[in-house]
């Protein structure tokens, strides 16, 4: 499964969004283009519904990434009558705080990258600053162009990129794959999409201590946290799509755990609210099985008030009382 902020690890398998890139044909001078008929355009369609569907809020994303879309489905049908233009530079950046969507949109940009054919696989191989630098002369280039190699043809997706760069340490290899990457953004530009991730304000001063990096990143898009009714939304979506409820009085208890956790630390949006519900179901099953009854089909799917109480959001309340 998919959205909500958090993919499941399967989602960055290629088969599950892929169908193959469909060629352009040159058309004449006085031809007529009808996007809404064209194979590859539908599918875009079909992928920014998803989009919407996965994704609870983030309207400027949806935005953005529409209006990406937008701009590759003119400049394919620009080349189908043979008007030639430099081609899209498509590397970009997301910003935002854990649990916003960001690797979710990565995977659907993927998908309509592929579609109108500006990648060869709608594939994301995400990566972490472990996996590009190494710990002693000579091995950082290799695992960064190994990186760069499992990721050709689809997307490489740096999250939190700012650790790339840590210029209080002298000896450090971290500029060694920005140096990489700059050659490779550019080299490699018709196979090969990078996109940075991470906190906006860590992100800003990455960029600004490598302006040959900021300007081959032409696309920047910032994902917000979500509200505390979005975030309401976004668990009831996921205790559907997992065939679970809460009844009336867990309802009411959840939008309170909501609270009391948004003020905490390490609140991660919608995957805080992922971990939560895993939680209530471990504690929905010890009270199921603690009934020593038949259980029905009713008991199965409901959470109650109790199995949200018992986090240690409440317990910590209590305690301070």
Same mark, same amino acid.
């Given at each position: ?35 809404? %008929? ?19 809020? +983030?309207?400027?994303? !949806? ?19 043979? +008007? ?9 950046? *997301? ?20 579609? +109108? ?5 709608? /594939? ?8 590009? %630098? ?8 290799? !695992?960064? !162009? ?10 490489? *997706? ?37 996109? *940075? ?41 996921? +205790? ?42 471990? /504690?929905?099953?010890?009270?199921? %099985? ?6 029905? !089909? ?15 959001? *409440? ?7």
């Amino acid at each position: 499964m998919t959205g909500f902020g958090f993919p499941r690890t399967a989602a960055t398998s290629p088969e599950e969004v892929s169908t193959e890139a469909v060629e352009p044909v040159l058309l004449t001078d006085d031809a007529e283009l009808d996007l809404s %008929v064209d194979e590859a355009a539908a599918r875009v369609e079909e992928t920014l519904a998803a989009l919407e569907a996965e994704l609870v809020g +983030l309207a400027s994303v !949806k935005r953005r990434v529409r209006e990406i879309a937008s701009l590759l489905l003119v400049d394919r049908a620009r080349r189908q009558f043979g +008007l030639t233009s430099s081609r899209p530079t498509l590397h970009m950046s *997301f910003t935002g705080g854990p649990g916003t969507g960001k690797t979710t949109v990565a995977l659907r940009m993927a998908a309509i990258l592929h579609a +109108l054919g500006y990648i060869r696989a709608p /594939r994301v191989h995400t990566v972490t600053r472990d996996d590009l %630098v190494g710990q002693f002369i000579g091995h950082t280039a290799p !695992k960064t !162009k190994e990186a760069i190699a499992r990721a050709a043809g689809g997307v490489l *997706f740096i999250d939190e990129a700012y650790y790339l760069f840590r210029p209080d340490n002298e000896r450090d290899y971290g500029q060694e794959v920005i140096e990489i990457l700059l050659t490779e953004m550019e080299n490699e530009r018709g196979d090969l999409v990078v996109i *940075f991730a991470g906190y906006p304000d860590r992100m800003a001063t990455f960029f600004s201590a490598n302006p040959g990096l900021s300007s081959r990143v032409p696309h920047h898009i910032e994902f917000e946290d979500y509200d505390h009714t979005e975030l309401v939304q976004i668990a009831d979506l996921m +205790l559907t799509s997992e065939n679970f409820r809460f009844d009336d009085a867990a309802q009411a208890a959840f939008s309170e755990y909501l609270t009391r956790r948004m003020q905490r630390p390490r609140f991660s949006n919608a995957r805080s609210v992922r971990n939560a519900i895993e939680r209530c179901r471990l /504690r929905q099953a010890r009270r199921l %099985v603690e009934l020593r009854r038949p259980l029905r !089909k009713e008991d199965l799917i409901t959470l109650t008030a109790d199995d949200i109480f018992g986090s240690s959001v *409440f317990l910590a309340a209590s305690d301070a009382q």
